[in-house]
């Protein structure tokens, strides 16, 4: 789980052009991360 996450993460990053945008994506998968559980 932990490299799939890994690999998710790093393909986020990849797809944003801007800072703004890596905070987003953070954002989302943090919350995303928090429904989970």
Known sequence: MTRTF???SLLALAG???VEGIGEDI???ARAVRNVF
């Open 6 to 8: 890994l690999m998710l």
């Open 16 to 18: 944003c052009g801007t």
């Open 27 to 29: 954002s989302a998968g």
